[in-house]
């Protein structure tokens, strides 16, 4: 329970470490992987891959990956198993939809693998927040814009935006702002219609027709929930994106594993490149419209690169 003593209720039974005992013995449990250098940590239950990878998600949708870590100065693998004890109340007859001797199957296997893997691994690549915010620049200008999206026409890109509803039929439902982030390793954020109007009607308009353009040149298009995107986009900029060369790294991720809950962007990124990604900006995303816009620039930004990354990174995975 990455605690160094056991946590114990009044009548002697077990219960779940405080967040403050947790903490308490984190500096020895860094100082131990930093001396001994392991190729990988099994995280044995719920605790202690919440300590190791914080608001990753439920264990039952981690078992069985490998996810890359920094801790402290050492970086490593950290691979979630379910608790033995979990796996022996499910033994005893308490889930009815899976037999528990499958779920005892499953789980000697993530160990085995992990033992197996102990042989040929090597230390993960952990992406840094400034590797990531490496070649992101904001665009202000109409004739920025549209430069930019005419000589990209042909170079593969990821598309993301931010917008302030879930659905473009509401009387104020906006496209706040689009990031690309292109195969040449540059990405950028523009404004297009935040609360405070950035351009004038037309300007906007001659944007969303060269926005339009760009996506249809028959390039590549990657965008991760792609729908959401096609929807806001078609309504905006006319039914022929929907022709666009799409590509989806969610719809491959899931391809990948069809578990539930393992598929959002922040999710993928820290399972493929250790980084949390949403935990880089402070910005509510249920107030978009709130966000001053240095921060919906930024914010999208690195969501259209970490899009074109796990696109690039899932591409051949899911050939072979």
Known sequence: NVVRTRPQMPSGANRTPTIEEIEFYTPSLIDDIERTHPKLILAVGGIPLSWALPGIGPISVCRGR?????IGKHKTWVYPVHHPSYILWIENGMDQDVPGLEWKRAWMRDIQN???DVKTITPPEVLSANTLRKNVRVLTTLNEIVDFLRKNQDYQAALDIETNAKRPYGTDARILSVAISTELDETVAFPLQPKNPFFSPIEVETIFVELGAFLCSGAGRVAYNSAFEMEWLCFFSGREIARANWHDPMAKAFVLDSRKLGHGLDFMFRLEFGLP???LSQLNVKKMDE???DELLEYNALD???AWMLDQRLH???HK
Not at 66 to 70: E, I, Q
């Open 316 to 318: 051949d995975r899911v």
């Open 277 to 279: 990604l949403k935990a």
């Open 291 to 293: 966000a001053t816009l």
């Open 304 to 306: 259209a690169k970490a």
């Open 114 to 116: 992990a033992v197996s």
């Open 66 to 70: 490998r996810f890359p870590v920094k």
